[in-house]
Nanobody
């Protein structure tokens, strides 16, 4: 089994900051890319940011300059630092990881359960 567990969501005022964390655990041989997606009510899930195992990053245009993704490979954890938050950032944020399992060496995408981020005054 492989699990992704997110934390760090909550309610914040516009202009505020939050830091999301996502820890992967279980029968992990290797983690390739890790990333964050979000889904607002009535909208499709969209990519927010992704980071490769080597540390290369990519961001959605809407969050460039405000969000920073990072990872700690020793802890199998990915972070999303969100600054200058706007009401439009309100969504459920999901962690995603491309993982190769031990034993079977099967590679597939895994998802966290999601964490709510609400930006409101």
């Amino acid at each position: 089994q492989v699990q992704l567990v997110e934390s760090g969501g909550g309610l914040v005022q516009p202009g505020g900051s939050l830091r999301l964390s996502c820890a992967a655990s279980g029968r992990i041989f290797r983690i390739n890319a890790m990333g964050w997606y979000r889904q607002a009510p009535g909208k499709q899930r969209e990519l927010v940011s992704v980071i490769t195992s080597a540390g290369s990053t990519n961001y959605a245009d809407s969050v460039k300059g405000r969000f920073t993704i990072s990872r700690d490979n020793a802890k199998n954890t990915v972070y999303l630092q969100m600054n200058s938050l706007k009401p439009d950032d309100t969504a459920v944020y999901y962690c995603n990881a491309d993982i190769v399992r031990t034993g079977t060496l099967v590679r597939r995408d895994y998802w966290g359960q999601g964490t709510q981020v609400t930006v409101s005054s």
